[in-house]
């Protein structure tokens, strides 16, 4: 009987040879270094420049390494995985340049908690951050939010089963519609808001105002997601539950609705994402408050993509830190709603 | 099965008819003059190659087939003496009627294999009076009671393709169908689930009219007691070539093309 070669399991193919390892190491540091230097010599500068540069060399070293190196025969696939490897690291150096700057000037904040309670109705400018706060906007984003949800979920739902269950005469109104509104800018949703409802005298600035707005601006994402979601569940569903002599309202909701629970969950969560950094909407409707105001229906509000705006006007050294501060919470805030999308639509892919 | 039992079941009601059914897809005519009578409790097979029209036809005998867009269709279904496509009828009724069985297993996934069973009664809004008494009744006819009796309350999606395929056919017995629609149940299923399968058509058919499509000649032949043989020849829509007694068509078929056709010659 011949005796086995070994008896421990391993992953051979995850094996690297060595001489393949050393020109990986010799591309992935010679590149930047060559890439300085020609930051360094050419007009192309700071670090845009050297990203654009490095990012050059090392497609072209990635290209030479597979063509003459040691692997030569999938010299293609290497070429891709360095590119889109590269691409990626330049995306996330890119994405990062935005958010350090909000986690290190907001990270200031963080020790005066007052600043998360308090409203700014007795602040002057630049006034210590141990002073006021912006809870009133705090307050203010979440009533309005929470009001368009109100609005445009169940709108934005009963658009999506149109279109994908009862797929009425109206379908491709309801599609061109949808699609056009998702086109709105921002700004003209707080202007037909401002001109229909304010100006006319039916409504004054308030809560209310800016969550309409708001709403308009929600509503399309949440009738596309929800549509999305509701083309995923399988016509065999359907099918079974109308031969089962279900009238099609009765299928929807005992059948269709349940599957598709936390896809349009997600979509409800996406829609708010989507409106929470808003801010030209609400300057012309809700049009911001220094102090707390709990009643949507009337007198203006505050939120706080607005807030970070009117400080960031003010201009003094604490005015610019609350306004850091302000955007990280609220940055906090969309990470946090973000992150339960994922969780929920995960849930729902693994039933 | 003996010549006797046949000619006693010949002696009941026609628990259906259909008269000159011809159906369309839009401008494409799929079947011609389909006049069949389903006789009360017996089991009629329709065999017949693929895209002869024979899931077609059991559509049209639930008012599934209008769920199509394009659908088109004359002729009348009578159940009941009654025409299923009269302007007064009610689809939602004739589909408590008429229940229908897929050719995929199709429980719904997010409710326990209990509620899936009672699915029926809750669609049509009937209130569920004994739920217990039903679920056991009903998955003992669809012969699978003892293998989910300790986990009524755990997911569909846990069955076996086979269980599942019986569990949508308990979930279309709670609604005490007249007639039951089976489009292929089985060609999804291992030979071992298939069996269970035909056994449990066999004690139904005790209570209630079944009409089973199926591409699987000696299933016919096993559980059938009339056969009908569609055929769409070339350029024509599909049409009933031959109907009659299951032994008389696998055995003494009249037509030329019945006999080329279960004997394996083509199709």
């Known amino acids: 009987m011949s005796k086995a070669l070994s008896d421990t399991p391993t992953q051979p193919w995850k094996t690297v040879d060595p001489e393949f390892r050393k020109q990986q190491l010799i591309t992935h540091l010679g590149t ?19 990203c654009v540069t490095w990012f050059g060399f090392h497609v072209f070293a990635a290209a030479l390494l597979a063509k003459y190196g040691k692997k030569p025969k999938s010299y293609a696939n290497a070429f891709i995985e360095v590119f889109v490897g590269v691409t990626i690291f330049v995306f996330v150096a890119f994405v990062s340049t935005v958010l350090w700057p909000v986690i290190s000037n907001g990270m200031a904040g963080v020790s005066h908690l007052n600043l998360l309670f308090q409203d ?8 210590s951050l141990d002073k006021g706060g912006f809870g009133h906007a705090i307050v203010g984003s979440a009533l309005m939010i929470g009001l368009a949800s109100l609005i445009s979920v169940p709108i934005g739902i009963l658009a999506a089963l149109y279109v994908t269950e009862v797929r009425g005469k109206l379908t491709p109104f309801v599609r061109f519609f949808v699609q056009a509104m998702s086109g709105v800018p921002s700004i003209v949703a707080g202007l037909f808001i401002y001109s229909a409802l304010i100006i006319s005298g039916i409504l004054q600035y308030s809560g209310f105002a800016g969550s309409l707005a708001l709403s308009i601006l929600m509503l399309p994402t949440v009738a596309r997601t929800a549509e999305e979601i509701l083309r995923l569940i399988p016509d065999d569903l359907r099918t ?19 599957a598709a629970k936390s896809g349009l969950i997600t979509s409800a969560i996406l829609g708010i994402a989507r409106v929470a950094g808003e801010t030209a909407p609400l300057l012309l409707t809700a049009f911001g ?49 973000f992150t339960s999308a994922r969780i929920v639509a995960d849930r729902m892919k693994r039933n | 099965m003996g010549s006797e039992e046949l000619e006693f079941v010949a002696n009941l009601d026609n628990a259906m008819e259909t008269k000159d059914i011809n159906v369309w897809f839009g401008e494409r005519q799929v079947l011609a003059n389909v006049n069949l009578e389903f006789q009360t409790n017996t089991v009629t097979a329709l065999i017949g190659p693929s895209g002869c029209g ?41 589909r408590l009627k008429v229940g229908m069985v897929f050719q995929k297993p199709n429980p719904f996934p997010s409710m326990s294999i209990g509620d899936n069973v009672l699915a029926g009664l809750k669609l049509a809004k009937r209130k569920v009076e004994d739920a217990d008494f039903i679920l056991e009744d009903s998955l003992r006819k669809a012969g699978l009671w003892d293998e989910v009796k300790d986990r009524l309350k755990t997911s569909a999606g846990s069955l ?42 066999k004690e139904l058919r005790e209570s ?45 078929p009249k037509d030329q093309r019945t006999d080329d056709y279960v004997h394996g010659r083509f199709g």
């Open chain 1, 32 to 50: 930047p270094v060559l890439a300085l230097l020609f930051t360094v010599i050419s007009p192309m500068a700071g670090f845009t420049g050297f």
């Open chain 2, 54 to 94: 024979k899931s077609t036809f059991i559509r049209t005998l639930n008012r599934m087939h209008e769920l199509i867009p394009s659908a088109k269709l004359a002729g009348r279904v009578m159940l009941d003496d009654e025409d299923i496509y009269a302007a007064h009828v009610d689809p939602v009724d004739i």
């Open chain 1, 289 to 337: 408050n220094n102090v707390l105001n709990v009643n949507p229906f009337s007198d203006s509000m505050a939120a706080l993509p607005s807030y970070v705006f009117n400080q960031m006007l003010l201009g003094g050294d604490n005015d610019m830190a609350r306004a850091w501060f302000a955007t990280f919470v609220l940055l906090i805030a969309i990470t946090i709603l």
């Open chain 1, 240 to 258: 079974a539950a109308l031969a089962l002599g279900g009238t099609q309202w009765r299928t929807v909701r005992m059948v269709v609705l349940p």
């Open chain 1, 120 to 127: 700014a109705g007795k602040v002057g400018a630049d006034a």
């Open chain 2, 160 to 201: 076996s393709g086979g269980q599942q395929q019986r569990l949508c056919i308990a979930r279309s017995l709670v609604l005490k169908p007249q007639v039951l629609l089976m489009d292929e149940p089985c060609s999804a299923l291992d030979p071992g689930s298939t069996r269970r399968i035909e056994e449990t058509i």
């Open chain 2, 208 to 252: 209630v009219t079944i009409v089973i499509v199926t591409h699987n000649m000696q299933q016919a032949l096993r559980v059938s007691d009339y056969t009908a043989f569609f055929l769409s020849e070339e350029g024509h829509p599909g049409h009933v070539v031959e109907y009659g007694l299951t032994n008389d068509i696998f055995h003494e």
